[in-house]
């Protein structure tokens, strides 16, 4: 999992040692202007990549709403671009979880894990802000969408999935 913000000083170095993909979905999300970008889902290409982008708004909501999911054929590039704040844990994916729906094999290429009290003991936090994204890779875990102790907010969030092929 890597963690970063699009206005952070750092972004053109972070966005540089990932592969050419990563490194151009990065900045068609820093450049695109998504705020006010149609929800649903849309075929792109950017670089002669074909991805998909994904426009939504949701709500946060309490962890114990969500379950655990993960993806093996896209990278998940995550970012905030309205709202929030937006939590999010992940863990590294040990083969201990138990499959609650698997959907793999299917254009969503998602398979979601049933919740475990001891995945607490592993999983780690980021938060999520307007400019903040989180590249998921096919071994991250990752259960966006929470809430902190303040309670449900609203937020605008965009997912580039990058195929993993097209990085290695």
């Known amino acids: 999992m890597i963690y970063g913000n699009i206005n952070s000083e750092f972004f053109e170095q972070q966005a540089a040692i990932l592969p050419k993909p990563l490194c151009e979905a990065l900045h068609y999300l820093k450049d695109a202007d998504l705020v006010g ?3 649903g889902h849309f075929p792109i290409e950017i670089g002669g990549v074909p991805m998909i982008l994904q426009v939504m708004e949701q ?3 309490p962890r114990e709403t969500h379950y655990p999911e993960i993806h093996r054929k896209y ?3 995550q970012m905030i671009v309205s709202g929030g704040p937006e939590y999010a844990t992940f863990f590294t ?5 138990t499959v609650r729906e698997d959907l793999l094999g299917s254009p969503r290429d998602i398979l979601f894990y049933e919740n475990r009290a001891e995945t607490a003991a592993f999983e780690s936090c980021v938060v999520m802000e307007p400019g903040a ?12 969408g929470q809430c902190d102790a303040n309670g449900p907010k609203g937020f605008r969030k965009i997912v580039l999935k990058v195929p993993m092929a097209a990085c290695l």
């Not at 994916?93 to 979880?97: A, M, P, Q, S, V």
């Open 59 to 61: 709500e946060t909501s």
């Open 75 to 77: 990278i998940d590039l």
């Open 133 to 144: 994204y989180a590249l998921y890779f096919p071994w991250d875990v990752h259960v966006p």
């Open 93 to 97: 994916d040990r083969g201990e979880e």
């Open 37 to 39: 970008h149609e929800l």
